[in-house]
C-alpha cells in the first residue's frame, strides 16, 4: 500500500529535521541534572527543566509510537492482500487516519524553529478603544485563552490584573509555564477586533471594540539582558481580588519600575512577596527585551509586530457576532463560523494556519 510507505518516509523525514537522536540525548543529560542533590535548590529553574524533560520524553514516546503503528499497519496490509476483509480494512483506514493525524500535529513543532521558541510565555491583554465596551471585550479574551490553556493542559497563572471601572478588565497578565509556548502564541501579538450587538446600549446598537493581545518569551539566561539593580524601584502592596489566607491581609504583591524607561510590572499571583517578586523580575526582563528589539526592525515583526494603537485598521483577527457569526485572521486567512467554538478555546486551527505562513 503506497500510503503506508509514504507514512514511513514522512517519519523518516520528520525524525531527521527534529534530530530525535539529539533529543534522547538532550533528555539523558536533564534527567542527570535531576539526579543533582543541589537540583531543587532553585526551585523555579528546577521546575522548568522537569516541565521540559516531560515534553521532550512525551516527544519520543509519540514517535515510538509510530514507529510501532507504522509497523503494525504493514503487518495489516500484508494479510489484507491475501485475505481480504471488509472490517479488517476499516481498522486499517482508521489506524493510517490516526497516524496521519499524529504526524501531522509533530510536523507543525518543526515550523517553530525561531530563537525563543521553545520558551515559555508571557502573554497579556490590553482593552483598546471602546471604553466599557472594550474592558468587556478584553475579559472575554481572557476566559478564551483561558479556556485554550485549559484545553491543552499548558500550566499557566494570572501573575496581575486590572479590574474595568464597571465591567471586563482594563489588562490582565498571563504566564505561561509550556515547552515551545512563545513559539505557538506569538502570533496571537496584534489588536482583535470584535462586533456584535451591544448589551450596555439600551437600543442594542451594533457595537465595533477593539483589545492587544501582547507575547512575550520568558527569558532565564541573565546574558540576554541586563538589569542594573539600583535602576528598580521595588514596592509592595495589598493584592486586590476574594480575600484568602494572607490576600488582602499582608503586602504579598509587588510593583517594579524601571527607572531609566519607565516600563512599570506587577505580579500579586503569589502568597509570598519574594515568589511574586521573582515574577515581576520575569516579567520585566521580557518587556525590556521587547524594547531592546524595537532597535531592530525585522526582529521586532517577528517577535511582538508592529508597536500600533488597539483601534480601526490595526486588526489582525475579527469576530464578528452580528450581524452574521464569523472569525477570520487576516494574515492566514482562515476563518470559521463557529463563533462560539473559539471564543470557548478552540484555538489550533488558527495557530496551525499561522505556522505555515
Known amino acids: 500500500m503506497i500510503i503506508i510507505t509514504q507514512l514511513n518516509r514522512q517519519l523518516n523525514q520528520l525524525k531527521k529535521k527534529i534530530n530525535f537522536d539529539g533529543l534522547t540525548k538532550q533528555i539523558k543529560q536533564l534527567d542527570c541534572q535531576q539526579q543533582d542533590p543541589a537540583f531543587w535548590n532553585n526551585s523555579r529553574k528546577a521546575k522548568q527543566v522537569s516541565t521540559t524533560l516531560s515534553h521532550l520524553e512525551k516527544d519520543v514516546s509519540i514517535i515510538k509510537q509510530l514507529e510501532k503503528d507504522i509497523k503494525n499497519a504493514e ?20 489506524a493510517i487516519k490516526h497516524i496521519q493525524k499524529t504526524l501531522s500535529l509533530l510536523e507543525n513543532k518543526t515550523y517553530l524553529s525561531g530563537k525563543y521558541d521553545k520558551n515559555f510565555a508571557i502573554l497579556s491583554i490590553h482593552s483598546g478603544q471602546g471604553g466599557t465596551e472594550a474592558m468587556d471585550w478584553a475579559s472575554m479574551l481572557q476566559r478564551m485563552y483561558m479556556k485554550f490553556f485549559d484545553k491543552q493542559k499548558w500550566p499557566y497563572k494570572i501573575l496581575d490584573i486590572q479590574p474595568g471601572e464597571e465591567v ?15 513559539g505557538y502564541l506569538r502570533r496571537e501579538s496584534g489588536v482583535h477586533r470584535l462586533v456584535r450587538l451591544s448589551p450596555f446600549n439600551a437600543d442594542k446598537l451594533r457595537q465595533t471594540s477593539f483589545a492587544k ?29 476574594s480575600g484568602g ?6 503586602s504579598t504583591a509587588v510593583r517594579l519600575v524601571h527607572q531609566p524607561t519607565g516600563v512599570t510590572v506587577a505580579c500579586q499571583s503569589q502568597r509570598s512577596q519574594q515568589q511574586n517578586r521573582e515574577l515581576a523580575m520575569q516579567m520585566l526582563t521580557a ?20 508597536n500600533v494603537n488597539a483601534s480601526w485598521g490595526h486588526q489582525i483577527r475579527s469576530y464578528v457576532l452580528h450581524p452574521y457569526k464569523m472569525i477570520k485572521d487576516l494574515r492566514s486567512l482562515h476563518q470559521t463560523s463557529d ?17 505555515k505562513i
Request: hydrophobic share 35%; net charge negative; charged share 20%.
Open 287 to 306: 518587556k525590556l527585551w521587547v524594547l531592546e528589539q524595537q532597535h531592530q526592525q525585522h526582529q521586532q515583526q517577528k517577535i511582538k509586530g508592529k
Open 245 to 250: 489566607q494572607n490576600v488582602n491581609k499582608v
Open 75 to 94: 503487518e495489516f496490509n500484508q494479510i489484507l492482500t491475501t485475505q481480504p476483509d471488509p472490517s479488517l480494512q476499516q481498522e486499517l483506514d482508521k
Open 339 to 355: 463563533t462560539g467554538a473559539v471564543l470557548d478555546g478552540d484555538l489550533d486551527p488558527f495557530l496551525q494556519a499561522q505556522l
Open 168 to 182: 471586563g478588565v482594563k489588562s490582565v497578565y498571563f504566564n505561561v509555564s509550556q515547552p515551545l509556548a512563545y
Open 213 to 241: 493581545v501582547e507575547v512575550m518569551p520568558i527569558i532565564e539566561n541573565p546574558d540576554e539582558i541586563t538589569i542594573k539593580p539600583e535602576d528598580v524601584q521595588f514596592s509592595a502592596f495589598r493584592s486586590g481580588g
